[in-house]
């Protein structure tokens, strides 16, 4: 009776890694996540409907020789990312899909953006100009909600303003507005294939923000809903409940939480080893997101939480 909060599988939304392959690919730094080919992807978001799960936000993995330094795969309007969002509002309509906008699946050296002609740092004017085109074809080809994950200056309001512009009014825009430059992103570059070839670790320093910075991250949140965006993200979540909190205090908005691939991985590692006990600790770092102030959880653990609570 005196339970003040609680994980349901309605808060949860699952991240999905698509791949041009044909067969089910485990990513082994992620265990028990594969990516998918399109052809499985309808009937596994029939199963998450049924387990209670109404969200997805699919990534793309695509072939190394599709990529480039400008990313312009991202505008091909039959690329993977677009061709698994058609599939789903196809087959599966009622499946609300969160599609991330950010060039990293799309690019050589693995960054969110379009490099200056230093190659020191993303640029911010052109990156935003490629995310917009993103955003158009990425709400025509169906998704639900653009997810802009880039963390480039004045772009919710760029994208929102060419979405009307193009009758894509009903189209929300879930901004990642306190993304920190974190090493828990680490599992996930596996996954799309964003690691660098050599080995060297990537620095998204000069966008993201510097995990130091609070009132920096509450700006950022300020911004974004300033700009249009409907629903508030920071990212990762565990380690940063502290900004969960501080934005659901300076915002009426929906906030949602981005339980990264590292934060999934290090309670999977403790657990293989005996050290946690997998599902407890997984339905607590949930349960301590929520309490924080998380409307929704983008979390690696969604289908199986809710397979747990048939
Ligand atoms: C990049 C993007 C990242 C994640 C989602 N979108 C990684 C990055 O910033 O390099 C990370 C998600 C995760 O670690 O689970 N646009």
Redesign the pocket.
């Known amino acids: 009776m005196l339970t003040e909060i609680s994980v349901e599988p309605r808060h949860l939304i699952q991240?999905i890694f698509v791949t041009e392959g044909e067969s089910l690919e485990p990513i082994p730094s992620l265990p028990g996540i594969n990516r998918i080919p399109l052809s499985q992807l309808a009937a596994k978001c029939h199963e998450l409907i049924k387990l209670g799960i109404h969200g997805i936000a699919p990534?793309p993995k695509i072939d190394e020789n599709k990529k480039s330094a400008d990313g312009v795969e991202a505008h091909n309007s039959n690329n993977l990312a677009l061709r698994a969002i058609r599939e789903v509002k196809q087959k599966c309509p009622e499946m609300v899909i969160f599609a991330?906008i950010?060039l990293?699946p799309y690019t050589t050296h693995?960054h969110?953006g379009i490099l200056n002609s230093a190659k020191t740092d993303v640029d911010n004017d052109k990156t935003v100009a490629a995310l917009v085109k993103m955003s158009v074809l990425t709400a025509q080809a169906g998704a639900d909600f653009v997810a802009p994950?880039?963390m480039m200056d004045g772009r919710v309001n760029a994208i929102r303003k060419a979405l009307d512009e193009n009758n894509l009014t009903q189209t929300g825009i879930l901004a990642?507005s306190a993304?920190f430059a974190s090493a828990?992103?680490?599992?996930?570059?596996d996954a799309v294939g964003?690691t660098r070839k050599t080995g060297e670790s990537?620095s998204?320093a000069t966008y993201?923000i510097n995990p130091a910075n609070r009132r920096e991250s509450i700006r950022e949140a300020h911004l974004d809903q300033l700009e249009g965006a409907d629903i508030l993200m920071v990212?990762?979540a565990g380690i940063y409940l502290d900004i969960i909190r501080d934005v659901r205090e300076s915002s009426a908005r929906p906030i949602a939480a981005?339980q990264?691939?590292?934060e999934?991985a290090q309670i999977h590692a403790a657990a293989e080893k005996g050290w946690f006990n997998l599902k407890a600790t997984r339905d607590e770092s949930l349960l301590a997101i929520r309490r924080a102030g998380a409307d929704l959880i983008l979390t690696?653990f969604a289908e199986a939480f809710a397979k747990d609570r048939q």
Do not use: E, N, T
């Not at 828990?184 to 570059?189: N, Q, S």
């Open positions: 991240p990534f991330d950010a990293d693995g969110d994950s880039d990642y993304k828990y992103y680490g599992p996930f570059r964003s990537l998204k993201q990212k990762p981005y990264v691939s590292g999934y690696y």
